[in-house]
């Protein structure tokens, strides 16, 4: 008898377990590192995204364009849109930096699919490139530019990425998130003034900070335990020397990374081509959003279970 009641005991917590786990909500964090080589970030000493790569799948050459359009230019504007909206340049409309003819309205920001299907969801935006907030994010809740202008572009951007770190910290507990997008731009503006590559001290230095950055934001989601979070990691391009415009020929700049990381991912290295386009379709799957034809995405769904 006592067997019996300690084996029913413990499928009784095996159970409870289960339906616990099931019962979590799901919630996304789009992670955006500007202008980071992964070569650079694996010879950089960064524990916390090595946690997230540990965790999920991973590809080191996630292209920054498609084979069907390449006449956008290898720099932020395009690539942001890209990556915020799941479509290439010739659908979003974005270029070059200009953010002349967007076309956001029929192509819009990924919030505007999270809010269409979960009407109550909350979605935040935190970024300190001012064109993303101001051309590129809807349907957010939240949407902050936490840019401060200094006379160095890349204490500017230091103190921005750490501001905005501490304000999606604060976000998480004040708004719940289900979506939160958020931007570091110091990694790209220390490749703009010092080189892109790894050999470069400072351009090391600099994805480090934004790793112990990560580190926190990791820390804060790891204490909402009745949350599973799927964490998607990327960059609009590479960089080389000093730059990374009109880069179409050179992989150091057509190379970003995509990290798919949580409970919801596979694990290990993707043994397929990827694209910075499919970060949108697989975080709108993973909260159990489908895709629409209509929407016309370009990306696909990787690296889920």
Excluded at 30 to 37: A, E, K, M, P, T
Excluded at 97 to 107: A, D, R, T, V
Excluded at 231 to 253: E, F, L, Q, R, Y
Excluded at 255 to 262: D, N, Q
């Amino acid at each position: 008898m006592r067997f019996l009641l300690t084996v029913v005991t413990l499928l009784s917590l095996c159970a409870t377990s289960t339906l616990s786990a099931a019962e979590k909500s799901k919630h996304v964090l789009l992670l955006g590192i500007d202008g980071c080589r992964f070569d650079a970030l694996t010879k950089a000493n960064t524990p916390n995204l090595d946690k997230l790569i540990s965790r999920g799948i991973y590809s080191p050459t996630a292209l920054i364009q498609g084979d069907r359009y390449r006449k956008s230019d290898t720099v932020s504007g395009p690539g942001w849109s890209s990556i915020n909206t799941g479509v290439w340049a010739d659908k979003h409309g974005v270029i070059d930096n200009g953010f002349g003819k967007p076309n956001f309205e029929k192509y819009p920001h990924f919030f505007h699919y999270v809010k269409l299907a979960l009407p109550e969801a909350k979605t935040v935006s935190i970024v300190d490139w001012t064109p993303i907030k101001k051309y590129i994010v809807s349907s957010a809740d939240v949407s902050i530019d936490t840019t401060e202008y200094k006379k160095s572009v890349v204490d500017q951007y230091d103190i921005a990425d750490e501001k905005g770190v501490n304000d999606a910290i604060r976000l998480l507990d004040d708004v719940h998130p289900t979506a939160l997008m958020l931007y570091q731009g110091i990694v790209d503006e220390s490749g703009h003034t010092f080189g892109f590559h790894p050999t470069v001290p400072e351009y090391i230095s600099a994805i480090e900070k934004v790793d112990q950055r990560v580190g926190k934001v990791l820390e804060a989601i790891e204490k909402r335990t009745d949350e599973e979070w799927l964490i998607v990691v990327t960059s609009d391009h590479g960089g080389a020397g000093k730059g990374h415009g009109g880069g179409h020929t050179n992989p150091d700049i057509m190379h970003s990374f995509l990290i798919v990381s949580g409970a919801g991912a596979e694990q290990g290295k993707f043994d397929q081509q990827v694209y910075i386009v499919d970060a949108v379709p697989t975080l709108l799957s993973y909260l159990g959003i489908d895709i629409d034809n209509q929407w016309e995405l370009d990306g696909h769904v990787v690296g889920l279970k």
